[in-house]
């Protein structure tokens, strides 16, 4: 139970529920869809590049509690950060849900609340699924790419 | 649905189906998940294997293992022997009229590839068309779709309606002189819907129109009578028949069987071999390319065996039984509807909660020691017929309890609790 709970935080359930930039963004010059076809999780992330900064990121689609809040919490924390930042993020991110991360994510501020995905191997790929399509958007990849 | 007369000796005076002491027969029921008994509602996806056929596995490697239909020597003899006892077995377990129209196959999807690869590509050309529901498995669509776009072809899908019923009089409609092969499931994996196998049969047969039927989770759960039901083609797997993975029957037609070309060419499968002509062998080796599966055909034996001393009518009217209770329990939860509710229905329990992702309805179960399958269940179609990404499903084993169904309820109500 406890394990749930570390999964399922307040946090983490408040962002699924009213998930933040959730909207098509009109000014996007970046944009990819993530497809998780074992579960139908399915996002689209929408990009404002401008001087190697994101200057405004959005997303829609539709997805399990996980996949949604950390989409939204992804939009947040990248907003204003440089293409290489996200990248640095999204690879400390990645560590941390996969439980191969030294600490506890603490320099990761908000998204340490996904440390708990580590104890649900099978939900890494929801954890994920946007940020897999940021960076596809990121570099011009325009095929929806896939967890599969 | 047949009902198999039965000599007065075989009408039993003992509780009919004990419930409880054919769950010792099956060792992996017996353990705890995440500190909880295991309550194992995924049989739709695998069921579990009764000791006898893992025993049977075990005992053919200790004991017989060789290779078949070649050797002279003993353990040759043996392991032929075991082999085709099997494909005896299984012809009276489905009532084909000769043990030549059984097939072993890897399962179902096979199955459904070779008819498609033999048949089809022998009998479909350009302009034709293949008929299937809107129901089925994505195991019973692609190998169609890749035969009509070789032919070019054209797929045609015979609509279900909200309870997730097939349609008789559009589907009706959709054949015609076009039509080459009819393409159906038994039961349904994502809705539980039993589909009037004997009635389409009828009208396919009327305009000289084979039929394949997807019997992956009908097989299990009902007595089925190839004969009565009249169809071309049978189609099972053998691990969701309380069977190993890795083998599966296809029941064809004799005349059927014997018109269509090989699919696989290799040992076995020939009866004499030149580099100017090949002959092949008779049925049913024509289609057995290669060294089969002999163990896993043994442990299918085995499964058959024990499923027969039981009694499919049994096991039908013990999972009827649960899956009314089941429906009742489940669909009187707020907050919860159940997606596939056609009146003839069988052992699957799909659902969804409002505002909670499937996905997450999985992995709470779980932690309370209850495996459902959580998705789109090979069945994309079926979700975009009634407009969802995916439902949870339960789907019931003949080993599956009241207790269960009732953890089942204890945990969706544990579900809306974490997730607020």
Redo the contacts between chains.
Sequence with gaps: ?S???E??QEVI?EHS?KPRNYRVLETANHKAEGFNP?????FTVYLDVKDGAISDIGFQG??????KASASMMTQTLKGKTTGEAEGIFSKFHDLVTGQAAGSGEDLGKLAVFAGVSE?P??VK?ATLAWHALRAALYGEEQAISTE | MSTVAKTPHEIRAEPMFDVHKIRRDFPILHQQVHGKPLVYLDNAATTQKPLAVIEAISNYYRHDNSNIHRGVHTLSERATEAYEKVRAAAQKFLNAASSKEIIFVRGTTEAINLVAQTYGRKNVSSGDEVVITAMEHHSNIVPWQLLCEEKGARLRVAPINDRGELLLEEFEKLLGPKTKIVAIGHLSNALGTINPVREIVRMAHARNIPVLVDGAQAAPRMQVDVQELDCDFYALSGHKLYGPTGIGILYGKMELLETMPPWQGGGDMIASVTFEKTVYNRLPYKFEAGTPNIADTIGLGAAIEYLSTLGLEQIEQHEAGLLNYATQAVGAIPGVRLVGTAKEKAGVLSFVMD??????IG??LD?EGIAVR???HCA?PV?QRFNI??TARASLGLYNTRQEIDALVAGIYKVQE???
Excluded: N, W
Excluded at chain 1, 38 to 42: M, Q, V
Excluded at chain 1, 62 to 67: D, K, L, P, T, W
């Design positions: 139970m394990e749930l709970r999964l399922y359930l529920k074992l579960c139908g999780d399915h539709s997805g399990c509690a996980i996949s649900f099978l939900r929801c | 505002d909670i992702h499937p996905h997450d992995t709470i932690s959580t998705g789109h994309q979700m990404p995916a974490v997730m607020g």
